[in-house]
């Protein structure tokens, strides 16, 4: 994925190949091609450049005018497969295989997620920090929920099952769209891709939800305004990831 500086000057990316950080306009500043990554964020006061490392764990790089080549760190973890970074620059979110970590982007201090003991895939933070969602299911039906954390009060408001008590979804991608609604992607567990898939908007204020596609979804991205959301399907028949969608979320149309 790739993501902007708050000045508009520069941004990073990361790729299977690497991560790379490059002005708008002119060369690369730096690149690190060593290993994988599956997600990379900017400080928004332009302080430092994170990255999940595919292997597990991630990368800081310390960033300022005349560092040249940034100072680089490893925040060791297991292995990552969900990340979002607080807007505010606080703290990283990493969906791992063994649960979720809060990681302090300051002291790089990290503290596991009670509530999840297995692999989580689905992580977002949202917008304005005050909140964060975590869903797994991946190896286990007791851990087929949504919750949802006030990260000020670090307790959680409200839980979500895509199909209920009793159901085993993986839930496999979550976004915020407002301060009270969120996208949640999940399957059914029980059948093969590409049966099971939903998409669905929950309001965790009203405890109430609507479906909105019914397709595997395993990455999303929701615009800054929460009127439309990238969508990234599974490949039918594959591991692969395959075709990507706008989803207008307002009406549901993709």
């Given at each position: 994925?790739?993501?902007?500086?708050?000045?508009?000057?520069?941004?990073?990316?990361?790729?299977?190949?690497?991560?790379?950080?490059?002005?708008?306009?002119?060369?690369?500043?730096?690149?690190?091609?060593?290993?994988?990554?599956?997600?990379?964020?900017l400080d928004p006061n332009g302080q430092w450049l994170v990255a999940l490392l595919n292997g597990g764990g991630l990368v800081r790089w310390s960033l300022s005018p005349d560092n040249g080549v940034p100072p680089r760190e490893e925040i060791t973890l297991p292995k990552g497969y969900g990340f979002s970074a607080?807007?505010?620059?606080?703290?990283?979110?990493?969906?791992?295989?063994?649960?979720?970590?809060?990681?302090?982007?300051?002291?790089?201090?990290?503290?596991?997620?009670?509530?999840?003991?297995?692999?989580?895939?689905?992580?977002?933070?949202?917008?304005?920090?005050?909140?964060?969602?975590?869903?797994?299911?991946?190896?286990?039906?007791?851990?087929?929920?949504?919750?949802?954390?006030?990260?000020?009060?670090?307790?959680?408001?409200?839980?979500?099952?895509?199909?209920?008590?009793?159901?085993?979804?993986?839930?496999?991608?979550?976004?915020?769209?407002?301060?009270?609604?969120?996208?949640?992607?999940?399957?059914?567990?029980?059948?093969?891709?590409?049966?099971?898939?939903?998409?669905?908007?929950?309001?965790?204020?009203?405890?109430?939800?609507?479906?909105?596609?019914?397709?595997?979804?395993?990455?999303?991205?929701?615009?800054?305004?929460?009127?439309?959301?990238?969508?990234?399907?599974?490949?039918?028949?594959?591991?692969?990831?395959?075709?990507?969608?706008?989803?207008?979320?307002?009406?549901?149309?993709?």
């Amino acid at each position: 994925n790739a993501t902007f500086h708050p000045d508009g000057q520069w941004m990073a990316a990361s790729t299977s190949a690497g991560v790379v950080m490059v002005p708008v306009a002119g060369d690369r500043i730096f690149a690190e091609s060593q290993h994988q990554f599956r997600g990379v964020a900017l400080d928004p006061n332009g302080q430092w450049l994170v990255a999940l490392l595919n292997g597990g764990g991630l990368v800081r790089w310390s960033l300022s005018p005349d560092n040249g080549v940034p100072p680089r760190e490893e925040i060791t973890l297991p292995k990552g497969y969900g990340f979002s970074a607080d807007p505010r620059g606080r703290f990283c979110l990493v969906g791992t295989m063994m649960g979720a970590f809060i990681v302090d982007m300051e002291t790089h201090a990290y503290e596991k997620i009670e509530e999840f003991d297995k692999a989580v895939f689905a992580v977002a933070v949202s917008p304005d920090g005050r909140k964060m969602a975590i869903g797994g299911g991946q190896a286990s039906p007791d851990e087929s929920v949504v919750r949802v954390w006030d990260v000020d009060t670090d307790e959680v408001i409200a839980e979500y099952r895509p199909r209920g008590a009793g159901a085993w979804d993986i839930i496999s991608a979550v976004g915020f769209v407002s301060e009270d609604e969120l996208l949640v992607a999940s399957h059914d567990r029980t059948v093969d891709v590409p049966e099971g898939g939903r998409l669905e908007l929950w309001n965790f204020t009203r405890a109430d939800s609507r479906l909105l596609w019914e397709e595997n979804v395993i990455q999303l991205s929701v615009s800054a305004d929460g009127q439309q959301a990238v969508l990234v399907d599974w490949l039918s028949g594959t591991a692969l990831k395959g075709p990507v969608s706008i989803l207008d979320i307002p009406t549901g149309r993709v």
